[in-house]
């Protein structure tokens, strides 16, 4: 394969700007390119390759319904952001690339040839569609023509010219780009269903995720929380996200400052935060199908007394509804009123028993809140 031009790459290398790398699919010759010159180690901070379905999910923290697609490509790139901010030894301009592809292999594959490359800086996402025309190039050809577009795309993320892509007759590349806060100012504005959050700021729009979910106000987020994540994702071997509503059916909707200040917490770094304005369990079923939601003792005795919905109907009619969605809670005991108590202790209607799953005082126990957390402070 012929190697582009040293100049270009060290031309990255001198720009400043530091990035971390994700491709599946193809783009892998792109990471050969790059640390074939000399001087890397200044530029590239982490470069990862999760090729199987599996790999990818636990990169992202979800399962992209379609894998090769802007939202799929952004959202590594939103998580590639993330780590390169993390790894950094000294702060610099990040960007997190996230390339997804389809091409030629050993056999005819049936769909299209393509590739979706997205850039996350801290002021801009830019996505890159590319459609490849099938049998022109061969494998080997697709490979270089995807790799010199990611770096291309590092280019113009660094503010450095590109290089250039031979692309034959029928080829496309739409490129777009939009603020890096746009999915925030979405759903802010209630045009967006839900973002998924790599803490502190980067965000991808409409995720359709499914796994374990800890709902809360996290202010603060601390030990307890996290220890119950771990303990959840344990027993459900699932994937895990806390969810923040900006809604609440008892307090003020949260505006948009005090929303960024709690994704900035510490202990979020490295976590994936589900943001909607579903305030209640109902909503979020329809937000996250098939997902387990995990709470307090004190929120399950909430969601199973009448007062708070209404009455028994109102209330049974929502179980029946968070049933069909496949979802269920996952219940962990809680130190209320100076008495620990489980679910064991709660007045479970028989007819929605199995939609609860109980953690035992020897699986979790901590004595901890928020409110406490707070009161403390004052």
Known sequence: MTSPSEKAIESLFASGTQAALAATGAGSLAVQWLLGVGGASKYVLEAVVPYASKALQDYLGFWPQKFVSPNAAQAMAAAAY??????????????????TASIATNYAKRGEHSAVVATHTARQVRTYQLSIQKGLRGREGEEQLVSTLILNALLDAAGQPRLPLALAEGEDLHEEQQPASQALDALMAGTAGNILVYPPAAYVQDVVFSGAILSGSFNPIHEGHLLLAQTAQRKLSRQFAFELSLDNVEKPSLGREVVQARLEQPRLLGQRVLLSRAPLFRDKAALYPNSVFVVGYDTARRLIDPKYTNGEAAMLEAFDFIRAQG????????????????????????????????????????????????????
């Not at 993330?82 to 990040?94: D, G, H, I, K, N």
Request: hydrophobic share 40%.
């Open 82 to 99: 993330t780590r390169a901010l993390a790894a950094q030894p000294q702060p610099a301009p990040a960007v997190g690339l996230g390339c």
């Open 327 to 378: 979802c269920s809670f996952l219940v962990a005991g809680r130190k209320v009123d100076g008495r620990y108590s489980t679910m064991a202790d709660l007045p479970m209607p028989a007819s929605i028993q199995d939609l609860f799953i109980a953690l035992s005082e020897d699986e979790f126990r901590l004595d901890l809140s928020s409110t406490e957390i707070r009161n403390q402070k004052k």
